[in-house]
């Protein structure tokens, strides 16, 4: 269920309703000294929440993408220095 949010045409006073979408929209202003007509307003939806570790944008890579990026790596890397070598 969604959360509406309503504007006061008579003294301005902006709420948040939460109600089923097949609810009647609202048409009296929730404080008590005023009755005046309220409008619904239009909402920015909510965006996505990815909740949890582990969401990049490289875990869903094409597989031709991937290969061509480990073959890149591979090339680039550095050839290992053995214990031989420093003495």
Do not use: W
Not at 62 to 76: I, L, P, R, V
């Amino acid at each position: 269920m969604p959360n509406y949010d309503y504007q006061c045409e008579h003294c301005g006073h902006i709420f948040e309703v939460f109600q089923k979408m097949s609810d009647d929209k609202l048409t009296e202003c929730s404080k008590e000294d005023c009755s005046g007509r309220v409008k619904r307003l239009l909402g920015g939806g909510a965006g996505i929440l990815f909740k949890g570790s582990g969401f990049y944008q490289t875990d869903y890579r094409s597989e031709s993408y991937k290969k061509g990026a480990s073959e890149a790596k591979t090339k680039a890397s550095p050839p290992a220095k053995s214990s031989s070598d420093s003495q």
